[in-house]
């Protein structure tokens, strides 16, 4: 399968207003988990107007939230795919550029020192594009993902000592959604890596924050580690928007790599509870937008 570039670019474009707009369904159904578990009034009050937010900002075609983010693009190639990578990272750009001007959101993109905003959603490496293979015949699957500043300003890495064991890890996750409250914009989904290097580490926690919602990890320890981590950071009564209750978080997702024998690295990501993404599927048969 050749991929023709130009529905590359639309695409790239297409997902980053699609992603600013849409709350994707898996979304949408943890807000009623929590709506209908939550035990406190106020917290039940403020999740009721969360989403009404949502459902607002949908019927009249807006954005679901002022910060438009860094641009993240995922892609995976599959097999029998031929494109030029280069190229395809420019096409990428281009609509990302695109999708900015054209639909005039907010630019949320500066230098690092200068602070000059380029009006483009992009700059020096950004967007950020990760490039993966996959098993799949014949499809190419771009995934959007605008990272809002809340979110990834509460981001953490700790090179734990492996006598410290499971305990720091454990530890070192409820510090962090303790300290986060509610800057991360609650409820949250707590990302988690662990082992790797420092690097893997952290983003294996980003992969986590941004899996959709109901998907376990497919280590069995990993798993294991959320099942625990969960109720234990809604315990926290963090509850949304820091004010207090039991929906901290929808989720604690982890993510796990093979590390040295010396190493006990341990990272937190989080997402906000606008938890936006967008995917489009090429295949021989034309391009699918989804989530």
Known sequence: ??????????????????????????????????????????????????????????????????????????????????????????AIRRGCERSTREYSFRSSIVHPTTRVNEQTSCGRGVPIINVDFSEDEESLVIEMLPKGSGSENNSWLRMAVPAEGVDAIKTFVIDCVLEAGGKTCPPTIVGVGVGGTADLCVHLAK????????????????????????????????GPQGLGGDSTAFAVHVETAATHITMNPVAVNMQCHSARRARATFRPSGVEYGY
Not at 218 to 238: Q, T, W
């Open 207 to 238: 992969v986590a924050a941004t899996r959709a919602l109901g998907t376990h990890c497919d280590d069995p320890e990993g798993a294991r580690l959320e099942e625990e981590l969960g109720p234990a950071v809604n315990m926290l009564g963090v």
């Open 1 to 90: 399968m050749k991929i023709d570039l130009r529905q590359v670019e639309e695409a790239a474009k297409e997902l980053y207003i699609r992603a600013l707009k849409r709350l994707p369904p898996d979304v949408k159904q943890g807000f009623d988990a929590l709506a209908k578990s939550e035990t406190d009034a106020g917290a039940r009050r403020m999740l009721g107007t969360m989403i009404r937010n949502i459902g607002v900002a949908e019927d009249t075609d807006n954005l679901l939230c002022q910060d438009t983010g860094i641009p993240i693009y995922n892609v995976w190639i599959g097999r029998g795919v031929e494109l030029d990578g280069v190229a395809l990272k420019l």
